[in-house]
């Protein structure tokens, strides 16, 4: 199998654009067709479905991406094993559009010495046990869910306390306030479809509902831009979304973000990496994030209890 195709596959996937995949990789966007083209030939199925807002992953094509991110795992494994001289850092971000991806990248221009493979694992339980075999140095997740503590010998330290806002459309009930607080969610129906049984963001989800009395809804499959796009054309339908978390909508569609405050709800994202690790690069990446910690965001912020248990030495 040509691990050139498979690396496209994963990287249209996370992107859900061929254009944006091309960008990443570096290669033409008629590269990048023929590369999944060809995939798509050897496995005897199609993958992704084009759509107006770029390529939906279609269930043949969900259910072949882990095990895409495992043969690309593997060989990082082995190209490590003979590599003569220093390796570059192998670090997981979560997401390319996500505030772990933006705090990876300013390392990278502080440090452009430094050489930085960068891979999307699933969650925590896939970057514990990445990290633990030595296919990944580093990995950005919120970690200590209720009764899972970090493995011995792995270390984690807050790095960045992101503000959850509300996302609508222009006829919600609340698209008009400058700012809205968690409790005055309660009542409202909150979808969003991406959250994953068993995940650390569905953990940070359901202490937030629990907390505030929220409803969130998960149903439904999560396309590319289909939250967006329901909230938009909805006057009672909403979503959150992290403050960082980058996101287009086409024109017209007038979404409105809108700050939680009294309190801020934040998702604290924490860098993880275990203590055996030798790899210089890493003692660089903890100095970079601890110099460039930004403030808590609000005067009155909240995180789950179990959160909280994560301090180290990144913490104000």
């Known amino acids: 199998m040509d691990l050139r195709a498979v690396r496209t596959f994963v990287a249209v996937a996370d992107s859900g654009q061929f254009q944006e995949a091309a960008a990443v990789l570096a290669v033409t966007q008629q590269a990048v067709s023929k590369r999944i083209a060809a995939l798509e030939k050897e496995l005897g199925v199609r993958l992704f479905t084009r759509t107006a807002r770029g390529a939906d992953l279609t269930v043949d094509g969900r259910t072949f991406l882990p095990h895409a991110r495992e043969l690309l795992l593997a060989e990082e494994r082995a190209t490590a094993s003979v590599r003569s001289g220093r390796r570059p850092l192998r670090v997981d971000v979560i997401g390319s559009r996500l505030a772990p991806a933006t705090l990876l990248r300013g390392f990278h221009e502080a440090h ?131 403050e960082q978390t980058r996101l287009v909508w086409p024109e017209g569609h007038d979404l409105r973000r809108i700050p939680l405050l009294d309190p801020t709800p934040v998702y604290p994202h924490s860098l993880v990496w275990t203590t055996a690790n030798p790899h210089p690069a890493l003692v660089a990446l903890r100095g970079h994030l601890a110099r460039t910690r930004p403030p808590r965001p609000a005067p009155r912020t909240w995180v789950p209890g179990w959160a909280e248990s994560v301090r180290g030495v990144f913490r104000p």
Do not use: K
Not at 179 to 189: I, N, T, Y
């Open 112 to 242: 452009p010495e430094i050489a930085l493979d960068v891979v999307t694992l699933f969650d925590v339980d896939s970057a514990l046990t990445a990290l633990r075999s030595g296919a990944i140095d580093a990995s950005f997740r919120a970690v200590a869910m209720p009764g899972r503590p970090l493995p011995r010998g792995v270390e984690a330290a807050r790095v960045l306390d992101e503000p959850v806002q509300l996302l609508t459309g222009p006829g919600h009930a609340l698209a008009g306030r400058r700012s809205v607080s968690p409790g005055e969610l309660a009542g409202h129906r909150i979808w969003m479809p991406g959250i994953v049984d068993g995940t650390e963001w569905a953990a940070y989800y359901a202490s937030l509902a629990a907390e505030f009395d929220l409803t969130i809804d998960s149903s439904g499959p999560n396309f590319t831009g289909a939250v967006q796009e329901a909230v938009a054309g909805s006057d009672t339908l909403a979503t959150l979304v992290s």
